[in-house]
């Protein structure tokens, strides 16, 4: 497998840097195993090649991309918990219900870019971890009429004494048209969800990344090394 052109950063004493400290915080750890598992983002890009839970008995092919994300964007503190996007993501800012949401692409052939979306309740609000899987998991549909539970890869990672909860689909998403609360819907072919929820100490925080095929599968490379390096404020 060829070596992952991914840079990660190095977090440490996030919260009350400088913006300087900031700057110069980062290393490239590519190699590190420890922060970004090739069978992590294998398992989330290829959810469309999986049947039910993942198991470490599944396999998968992943090449990664020449697409290189640096983690030198504006660090994010909630729910107890501090994480740095890419800098290549465009910021959106806070709304609503979002604590964070950026956009990224559209790459190649795609129309629409991939967004990740980051919400915060508060401690003990939100609903369960597993409320918001199965809602998520019911906003999407199989090309092949299957039920979307077949095609979900659900999996759990550690991240700093952390339980995160990874979930990933490849199929129809469904989107509200206009006002997000509309309930006039449209399903986009061929997009992913991939979404994680960390067991923070002051709550549970969601992040929610959905997009067409190829600018989604560029994202996640972005993704999942920003979700590994999550800190404890």
């Given at each position: 497998?060829?070596?992952?052109?991914?840079?990660?950063?190095?977090?440490?004493?996030?919260i009350?840097?400088?913006?300087?400290?900031?700057?110069?915080?980062?290393?490239?750890?590519?190699?590190?195993?420890?922060?970004l598992?090739?069978?992590?983002?294998?398992?989330?890009?290829?959810?469309?090649?999986?049947?039910?839970?993942?198991?470490?008995?599944?396999?998968?092919?992943?090449?990664?991309?020449?697409?290189?994300?640096?983690?030198?964007?504006?660090?994010?503190?909630?729910?107890?918990?501090?994480?740095?996007?890419?800098?290549?993501?465009?910021?959106?800012?806070?709304?609503?219900?979002?604590?964070?949401?950026?956009?990224?692409?559209?790459?190649?052939?795609?129309?629409?870019?991939?967004?990740?979306?980051?919400?915060y309740?508060?401690?003990?609000?939100?609903?369960?971890?597993?409320?918001?899987?199965?809602?998520?998991?019911?906003?999407?549909?199989?090309?092949?009429?299957?039920?979307?539970?077949?095609?979900?890869?659900?999996?759990?990672?550690?991240?700093?004494?952390?339980?995160?909860?990874?979930?990933?689909?490849?199929?129809?998403?469904?989107?509200?048209?206009?006002?997000?609360?509309?309930?006039?819907?449209?399903?986009?072919?061929?997009?992913r969800?991939?979404?994680?929820?960390?067991?923070?100490?002051?709550?549970?925080?969601?992040?929610?990344?959905?997009?067409?095929?190829?600018?989604?599968?560029?994202?996640?490379?972005?993704?999942?090394?920003?979700i590994?390096?999550?800190?404890?404020?």
């Amino acid at each position: 497998m060829k070596r992952i052109l991914v840079s990660l950063i190095l977090v440490a004493a996030i919260i009350g840097c400088s913006s300087d400290k900031k700057s110069d915080a980062g290393k490239d750890i590519a190699d590190n195993k420890a922060n970004l598992a090739t069978s992590d983002v294998a398992k989330i890009q290829n959810s469309d090649s999986a049947s039910g839970t993942y198991t470490t008995k599944q396999t998968f092919s992943y090449i990664p991309s020449d697409y290189v994300h640096t983690f030198d964007g504006e660090p994010v503190a909630v729910g107890g918990i501090t994480f740095i996007p890419p800098s290549q993501w465009t910021v959106l800012g806070a709304s609503d219900m979002k604590v964070a949401h950026y956009i990224f692409g559209p790459l190649e052939k795609d129309t629409d870019s991939a967004t990740l979306a980051v919400f915060y309740f508060g401690k003990g609000k939100g609903g369960s971890v597993e409320s918001n899987l199965e809602r998520w998991i019911n906003q999407t549909a199989m090309p092949d009429g299957r039920d979307s539970h077949t095609g979900a890869i659900q999996y759990e990672l550690n991240v700093d004494s952390m339980t995160v909860h990874m979930l990933s689909i490849f199929g129809f998403y469904e989107v509200s048209i206009g006002d997000p609360m509309s309930r006039q819907k449209e399903n986009k072919e061929n997009y992913r969800l991939v979404g994680a929820i960390v067991e923070a100490p002051e709550g549970n925080v969601f992040f929610k990344l959905t997009g067409p095929d190829f600018t989604s599968r560029i994202m996640i490379e972005g993704f999942m090394p920003m979700i590994k390096a999550i800190l404890k404020s």
